[in-house]
């Protein structure tokens, strides 16, 4: 089966810009995940959606992060404004649901200058 | 090239020799715990999975140990390649029912000596 889509892949943009990142999950695939990884660290939930609903946003910064998954299958993760501390990879997953492991996208780097 | 993880703890082990990588767990209610291999550029990787009402699972080359008592968790690779190099992480889900949100630890950097 077809892996996790993600794009861009790299991103380097200006702190107070806004960025947008794409995922197209494994099909039929409900649960969908967006982490961040800081360098050195491990990948934090950001946001997990059960279709087009979200289940678990209480990592998500609302203040400049938001995302949707209008269709129940591919997703969107924006940020505005960015800031320095935004620098990271930026993960998508996505399960079956239930007590499963993910599969995880390759991500997109991010760098704010 | 990219560096993942700069100041992870890190193993480095001879080719062909067997690795132990531990990891410490921080929720006696988590029943469900996985290892994840994360090469340089891409995502973490599913290696294997054990529940908490097993002590030992074992996959090809892989073996996970789960010790409830202490809460730790170790990954065993035997005979350890070149390509087994890569930054390992923990990580455990500490809801027995209903979301599975998944709480990965710091990592620990394997590099395999050839």
């Known amino acids: 089966e077809a892996g996790v889509a993600q794009s861009p892949r790299y991103k380097i943009i200006e702190k107070r810009q806004s960025v947008a990142f794409w995922c197209n999950p494994i099909s039929g695939h409900a649960t969908l995940y967006w982490y961040q990884q800081i360098l050195g660290q491990g990948p934090k939930l950001l946001i997990q959606?059960?279709?087009?609903?979200?289940?678990?946003d209480s990592q998500l910064p609302k203040d400049r992060f938001s995302a949707e998954r209008l269709k129940g299958v591919d997703s969107t993760l924006k940020i505005q404004p960015a800031k320095l501390e935004d620098s990271a990879v930026y993960l998508c997953?996505?399960?079956?649901?239930?007590?499963?492991?993910?599969?995880f996208g390759s991500g997109t780097r991010l760098t704010v200058v | 090239g990219e560096s993942v993880g700069l100041h992870l703890p890190t193993l480095s082990v001879q080719e062909g020799d067997n690795s132990i990588i531990n990891c410490a767990y921080s929720n006696s209610a988590s029943d469900y715990f996985i290892w994840y291999k994360q090469e340089s550029g891409k995502g973490p990787q599913f290696i294997i999975d054990i529940r908490s009402n097993m002590d030992k699972r074992q996959g090809q080359r892989v073996t996970v140990l789960l010790n409830k008592t202490v809460k730790h968790l170790s990954l065993q690779i035997a005979a350890t390649q070149p390509g087994d190099s890569a930054v390992y992480f923990c990580a455990e889900n500490p809801y027995q029912t209903g979301a599975n949100n998944l709480f990965f630890g710091t990592g620990t950097r394997l590099t395999v000596i050839p």
């Open positions: 997953a996505s399960s079956r649901g239930g007590s499963y492991g993910y599969t």
């Open positions: 959606f059960q279709n087009n609903g979200v289940v678990d």
